[in-house]
C-alpha cells in the first residue's frame, strides 16, 4: 500500500464531481458562452468579496497572469525569497513579465513587517526601476503551510499601499488558511488587490484555479490569459466540478487534524524535528537521521510513503482528501520502520 | 432559431465525451501520473508520426511552446503575414520569446514557394538576427481553410532545413486538410518538426490542443507549457473526452458538404461573392452588398445567423458537427431575407 | 591605393573636430553637467524643430531608444520589410521592446501610401496586439539612399496619427534628404514624433547620433538611454565635434555629385546597372556580370574598391567627405579594369 | 567654492587625455578599424590577465552586456541585494536578459561565504530556473568602497564554478581595490569568467568601460553590444585618452589616503559615523544629526560641499583627482559648519 503524501494537487474528483462534469452546461468560453464557467468565475469572486473573477488552468498562471495585468516593464517585484512565484514558476516573473525581483527574508511567521516592506520598496528614479507590485502568500507552502492572519496581511498591504504599490495574494491554499484562523477567505482577502486561489489542491477539483479582484482588472487579465494561452473553450467541464469544490470545503478541517497527526507521529521519531502545523502541510527536518532530504525521501518511498524533498535536510508532508486516518497511521508506521531498518 | 456559423471552436461535447469525461481514469499530470493525458499524448504522436505528444490547454499555448522551445532569444520567425500565430495571439512570439518577425505574403496557395522560403531566411550576422523557425499553416485560417499538399509543405519545409531552419506547423486544423486531401495527417506532417492541432475545434472535443514533435523536443516543451501556467492537474477529465475526438473524426466530411453548400447558396445571392471552400470555412466578399464586414455581420445576427468579421468586407461562416443540412438551408434563406429588406 | 566605398560611417574627423574634442568643455552628462552635451542637444533640438534633443552613441541606440520610449509591451511595429531598424539592428525590437512586427512593402518610393498604412495598422483587441508605433526612413539606406519627401511623410505620417498611433523617423542621413530635397531638416520632420539623426555618417563627427522630440518624450527616452546603458561622463569630448559637424552640412552635395558620377560610371561597365541616385548611396545590381554580390565585392577588394554586398546580386557604394573626385574616377577605372581581367 | 565629492564619475580628463584625444588615429570600430580602440582592448585584456577585450560607452552596458553573453533566458543571477547591477541600472537584469534575480546579503565584507553562494544556487529542473551566472562587486559602492581580498572572491568564484556557474565581476572600480590591497587587478580577476572596470571613474578618462574575458566570450559579447547600440564608429577619439588612462593609475593611492581624512575629519563632527575606508568612498552616517540623508546633502551643498544620499540615514562621499588636499580640509570644514549653523 502506498500513502501519497507529496502533495493536496494529487486530490482526485468525488463522484459528485465527475457527475457535475458529465451534466455540464458548456459554450465557448472565449465568447463568454460557457455558463458553468461564468458561474464559477461569479461565485469565487463572490466568495472572496472581490467584483469579478477569472478561471485559469492552473495556480502558476493565475499568479503570472496577475503579476503582468498589476505591472509595467522595468519595475520590480517584491516578495519572500521562499516565495512559490519565486522559486517554482520557472523564472517566469523575469520571462513573461521582465520583472527584477527584489527578494525579502519573511521568517517564521511569513508576512513582513510593514517596516520590512517599507524597505523593500524602490522609488522610481532615473536609475532605479520603481517597485510594481508586492506579493504575500497564504497559507506559505515553503515556510511550512503557515497561515497568516487578516491583521499581519493588512499591515503589509497597508504600507505598499502608503507607497502606491499594489499587493496580489498567492492564495493557492487560502481556504486552508482561513479554516485554521477560523475566519472567512473574503476576511483575509479584504485588503489585497487580487487574489489567486486553486481549485485543484486541497478542494479536491480535477483542474484549475481562479484569479479574483476588480472588474477593471480582470477585465485586462482575461486579455493575459489570452496572451499565455490559457483561454480554454467549453471549459465548462472542468468549471462545473470546480464549482462543486469550491462549495464544499467543509472537508479542511480533517485534512488539517491529519497533518496535526502527521507532526505529532513523525516527531517521535529519532532523528525528525517538526513543528504542529497550521494547516494540511507538515515541514519534517531530518537531519538527525543523518540523511539528506532526497535520500530520505527515497528510504520512505521503499516503505510506500510518498513526500517531498522540500530544502537541503528538509521534507514536506501534505494530507488531502484521498488520504484517510488510517493512512496517515499507517505513514507514520512506515517511517518509522524505515528509519529502524537503515 | 439562430445557426451558429462564428467557428468550430463553439463544438460541444457528444454524450460519449461527456461519458468519457465522468469515467476518466486519472492523476496529477504535473508528475505524469494521468493516465488518460499520457494514453492521449502516445495516440496523437503514433497518429501524426511522431515521437513524443503534449497536452495543452488551447491551440495558442501549443503553437506559442512550440515557437519558444524551437528557438533562442534574438532569433527571427519566418511566417505568413497572416498567420495566426501573429494575427491573433496578441504578439506572443515577441512578448513570450523575444522574436522579431519577418512577414511573407503566402497568397491565395496558403503556402510559399521554396524561393520566397530562402529569400526570408536571414543568416545570423555581427547585424542580423537569424531566422530561427518558420511557421506554416495547415488549413489556413484567413485565407479561408484552404488546404495545403503533402507537396507544398514539403518543398516549403525543405527549403527551410537546407537552411538549418526547423519547421513548426499550425495544424489547428490539418485533419480537415488531411479529409480534403484524401490522404493521412501523418503523410502532411512528415517533414516538418513539430504539430499543434487542436481538439477542440473540428473534432468537437470540449478542451485542448495537442503539439507533437520528437521526444527531446517534447521533454523541453513540456517545462516551456509549466512557465506558461499550462500544467494542470487531473487533467484527464478534459484528456478522455479529447481522445475520443480524436479517434473519431469521420464527420469531417460532412462539415465540408455543408461549407460547399454555404458558399454555393450564398454567392447566388447578389452583392455576395463566394469560392468554393477545400473544408469547413467559407470567407464571403460581401463588398457588394454595399456593406462593410461589420456591418454586414450584424444585420445578419438580427435574422438569426451568427458569423465573423474577417478583413473590411470579408465575412467567415465555419461549419461544425453541430449545425445540421437543415440549419445551412436556413442560414442561406436568412442571409437572403436580411439581403433583400434592407 | 585603396578607395573606401563601404559607408559614410568611416569618415573621419576633420582637424577642426579635433581641435573642438582638445578644447571642449565637459562635465559629468549623466548629471546633466556636460555643457558640450547640452548644447548639442539644444542646436539638435532646434534645427530639426523640436523641443528636445538626447546625444546617444549610436544610430542602433536612438533608433531603439524611441521605439522603447514610445511603446507598450504587447504592441505592434508597423515597418518597411527593408526598414535599418528591422533589418540590421539584431532583432533588437523585439529583445528590448517586446514589439511584434509589422511588415509593409515599401516599394521603390521607400514610403507607403496612406492606404497601406492604414491597412496595416492593427486595431488592439482581446485578441490582437495594437500597433504602437509607426516607422519611417528617410533616406531610405536599403532602398538606395532614397530621400522622401515633405508631402509623402506628411502623408503616411497624417494617416498613422488618424489612428492614434506616433510616427518614428529613422533620419539616420536625414541632411542628405534635405539636401536632395532642397529642403530644410525641420521641413521634413515637422509632422513626425521623433526623429533619429547620426553625426557620425556624412556630417563627419567621430561618434554619435541624435534623438529629437518633444520634451515630455525625451525625458522618458533619457531614463531608456540609462537603461540600454547610453548614459556616457565627459561626453562634451565627442559632442563638441559633433556640433561642429551638425553646424557644417555644406559638403552633403558634392558626396551627392560623387554619387552621381559613380552611378554613371559604374553603370557604363558591362554586366552593372545603376539607377541615379538620390544622394550619396548607389546600388548596382551585377547580376549581369555572373558574380553574386559576395564574389563582386571580393573581386574588387583586390583592385583597391572597397564596397559592400547588399542583396544577392545587389552592391552598395557610399560616398563621404574622405573620398575625392579623384578617388571617384580611380575607383570606377579599378571596377572597369576588374570586370575586364575576369 | 564648491567641492564636488558626489562621484568620481566626475573626473575631467587631463590635458594628456586632450591632446591623446585630438592626436587619436581613429577608423570604424564597427568594422574593427580604429587602431586605438583595438590598442585599448588589448591592454585592458593584458593587464587584467584575461583573452581579449571589448570598449563600451558605460559601466552599465559593460555590465548589462556580460549578463546577457553569459546567460540564456529562463535562468537565474545570484548576486548582492545591493549590487550596483540591481540597484542602480533600471532592471536591466530583467528587461534586457529576462533573468530573474535570486539576492544574497553580502554583509559587511561585502562578499558572501562559499556557504551562501552554494546556498543561493539553484539548480535547473522542471519547475526551477537554474542559476545562469553569479555576480560579485569589487570595490562594492553601495557597501562603501569595500575592497574584496583575491582569497575572499576566489573562494566564492569557486563555490560557483563548482556548480557550473559563470562568475561575472563587477569591477567599476577594480584598480582602487587593486591599489588598496596593494596587489595587481590580474589577481584579483583571476578565477572570474569576465570583468567590466570604468576608464571614467577614478582613472579619469572622459568616457567608457572595459569588458573582458575570453576571446569566445568577448566575440559573442561585441554582438550583445550592437544588440544594446554601444556599438560606436571612430571611437579612437574616447579610446585613447581611455588608455592613458588606464597606464596611469599611480594617482589612487591620494584618492584613498584623502577619503581617510574625509572620514576622519566628518567623524569627529558630531551626529556623524564614519568607518576608515578601504578605497576612495567614504559612507558616512548622519543619524546623530537629526537629518536624513536628504537633507544632510541639502544642507552641506548649501555651503558647497556636494554629496550623495545613499540610504535612509547614508551618505557617500568620494575622493577622485579633482579634489585636492585643500579641498578636503575644506569641505570637512563646511560640514562642520553647515551642522554647527543649524
Ligand atoms: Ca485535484
Ligand atoms: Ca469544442
Ligand atoms: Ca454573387
Ligand atoms: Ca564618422
Ligand atoms: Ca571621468
Ligand atoms: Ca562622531
Redesign the interface.
Given at each position: 500500500m502506498v500513502v501519497d503524501l507529496?502533495?493536496d494537487?494529487?486530490?482526485?474528483?468525488s463522484e459528485a464531481m465527475?457527475?457535475a462534469?458529465?451534466?455540464?452546461d458548456?459554450?465557448?468560453d472565449?465568447?463568454r458562452?460557457d455558463p458553468s464557467v461564468n458561474e464559477l468565475e461569479r461565485r469565487a469572486a463572490e466568495i472572496l468579496g472581490k467584483e469579478a473573477g477569472l478561471f485559469?488552468?492552473?495556480g502558476?498562471?493565475?499568479n503570472?497572469?496577475a503579476i503582468r495585468t498589476h505591472t509595467?516593464?522595468?519595475?520590480?517585484l517584491l516578495a519572500d525569497?521562499h516565495a512559490h512565484v519565486?522559486?517554482?514558476?520557472?523564472?517566469?516573473?523575469?520571462?513573461?513579465s521582465?520583472?527584477?525581483?527584489?527578494?525579502l527574508d519573511f521568517g517564521e511567521s511569513a508576512v513582513p513587517t510593514p517596516e520590512q516592506v517599507r524597505e523593500g520598496i524602490v522609488e522610481e528614479s532615473?536609475?532605479?526601476?520603481g517597485t510594481g507590485l508586492f506579493c504575500l502568500e497564504n497559507t506559505h507552502n515553503y515556510r511550512g503551510g503557515v497561515a497568516i492572519s487578516k491583521a499581519e496581511i493588512d499591515a503589509a498591504a497597508e504600507a505598499a499601499h502608503d507607497h502606491g504599490v499594489p499587493v496580489h495574494l498567492d492564495g493557492a491554499r487560502l481556504f486552508n488558511a482561513a479554516e485554521s484562523l477560523d475566519t472567512d477567505a473574503a476576511e483575509l482577502a479584504e485588503n489585497v488587490d487580487s487574489v489567486m486561489f486553486c481549485l485543484?489542491k486541497g478542494l479536491g477539483a480535477?483542474?484549475?484555479s481562479m484569479l479574483v479582484g476588480e472588474q477593471e482588472f480582470i477585465d485586462r487579465a482575461?486579455?493575459t490569459r489570452?496572451?499565455?494561452?490559457?483561454?480554454?473553450?467549453?471549459?465548462?467541464?472542468?468549471a462545473a466540478?470546480g464549482l462543486l469544490a469550491l462549495e464544499n470545503r467543509g472537508h479542511l478541517a480533517a485534512d488539517h487534524r491529519r497533518a496535526e497527526r502527521i507532526a505529532e507521529g513523525l516527531g517521535e521519531i529519532d532523528g525528525i524535528e517538526t513543528a504542529e502545523p497550521d494547516t494540511n502541510i507538515v515541514v519534517a527536518d531530518v537531519a538527525g537521521t543523518g540523511l539528506n532530504a532526497e535520500a530520505f525521501v527515497g528510504e520512505i518511498e521503499q516503505h510506500g510513503v510518498l513526500a517531498v524533498a522540500f530544502g537541503e535536510t528538509t521534507v514536506r508532508f501534505t494530507t488531502n482528501w484521498d488520504v484517510t486516518d488510517g493512512d496517515v497511521e499507517g505513514a507514520i508506521d512506515s517511517v518509522r520502520t524505515a528509519m529502524a531498518e537503515r
Open positions: 507529496r502533495s494537487t494529487v486530490t482526485k474528483p465527475r457527475e462534469a458529465k451534466n455540464a458548456v459554450g465557448d472565449v465568447y458562452d485559469v488552468p492552473s502558476t498562471m493565475g503570472q497572469v509595467d516593464r522595468g519595475q520590480e525569497e519565486l522559486k517554482w514558476e520557472l523564472g517566469a516573473v523575469a520571462q513573461l521582465s520583472l527584477q525581483t527584489r527578494l532615473l536609475h532605479e526601476a485543484s480535477p483542474v484549475g482575461r486579455r489570452k496572451l499565455f494561452g490559457g483561454g480554454m473553450r467549453q471549459a465548462g467541464m472542468i466540478p
